[in-house]
């Protein structure tokens, strides 16, 4: 059984910022490339950033320069810290991954977690 698990998400003003976490647990064998997503009301999940093992990145056009992923593999966890938080940041965001588990050491899976909210009021 594997968990990811996010956390971090609050209300905060504009300017402000915020750290989010995504653990994974469980029957890991491995952890490939990792991604936060984001959902705001009445629109369509998007990606916000994403990282390979090995640290390479990219981002969102409208999150770059403001937002920074990160991870630590020894933690199985990912990070996303968020700066000068806009009011259109605000959303449900969700971390995944694509991991290989101890049953199947071959292969890859995506998993979710359930998402954390981030409210960035005016």
């Known amino acids: 059984q594997v968990q990811l698990v996010e956390s971090g998400g609050d209300l905060v003003q504009a300017g402000g910022s915020l750290r989010l976490s995504c653990a994974a647990s469980g029957s890991i064998f491995s952890i490939n490339a990792m991604r936060w997503y984001r959902q705001a009301p009445g629109k369509q999940r998007e990606l916000v950033a994403a990282?390979?093992?090995?640290?390479?990145?990219n981002y969102a056009d409208s999150v770059k320069g403001r937002f920074t992923i990160s991870r630590d593999n020894a933690k199985n966890t990912m990070y996303l810290q968020m700066n000068s938080l806009k009011p259109e940041d605000t959303a449900v965001y969700y971390c995944?991954?694509?991991?290989?588990?101890?049953?199947?050491?071959?292969?890859?899976?995506?998993?979710w977690g359930q998402g954390t909210q981030v409210t960035v009021s005016s």
């Open positions: 990282i390979t093992t090995d640290g390479n990145t």
């Open positions: 995944n991954a694509d991991l290989r588990t101890l049953r199947s050491q071959v292969q890859w899976f995506r998993y």
